[in-house]
Every structure is written in structure tokens, then in C-alpha cells.
């Protein structure tokens, strides 16, 4: 595995993987999951070989990872504030 931490993704070689999801199962924070998004850089799994994101594709996961920050900020403080007009 590959940690990509600013995007938070897992970039890991398709030549290593199975497909059967005992990682999904058994990681202890949940942080896995199958998905069907996926680019291989040959047709031979075991090519050991990737297609790394590009740096438009890693820009485009930050600015959306940004906006469901600021849109769960918005969302908490909406609630705080509209608890604090109901305790009154």
C-alpha cells in the first residue's frame, strides 16, 4: 500500500491483490473498502505496474474533500445555533 495522505487515498498494486475483501473485514478502523474504481496499467495483474492519480485528479479529490468539510462546519454550527434558540 501506498498512503496518499493529503487526499487521504490508498494507492496499492493490483499485482498483490485478490479481490476478496479479507482486508475490508478485518481492518480494525474501517478505513477499507472495495470499490469499482480502479485503473490498471497493464492487463497482467501481475505486471506489478500502476496507473498513479494524476495531479488534476489528486487537486479535484482535495477541493471535494474540502467542500464536504466546510459543508459539515456549516451543518454543525447550523445546529448549535439552532439549539441555542431552543434552549431559550
Not at 39 to 51: Q, R, T
Amino acid at each position: 500500500f501506498v498512503y496518499l495522505a493529503d487526499i487521504r487515498k490508498v494507492a496499492l498494486w493490483t499485482g498483490r491483490c485478490v479481490y476478496c475483501a479479507q482486508c475490508v473485514d478485518v481492518c480494525p478502523t474501517g478505513a477499507l473498502q472495495m470499490s469499482d474504481e480502479f485503473l490498471l496499467a497493464s492487463y497482467d495483474n501481475y505486471d506489478e505496474k500502476f496507473i498513479p492519480l494524476k495531479e488534476e485528479k489528486i487537486e479535484e479529490i482535495r477541493k471535494k474533500l474540502e467542500e464536504q468539510k466546510k459543508a459539515k462546519e456549516k451543518a454543525k454550527a447550523e445546529k448549535a445555533k439552532t439549539e441555542k434558540k431552543g434552549s431559550k
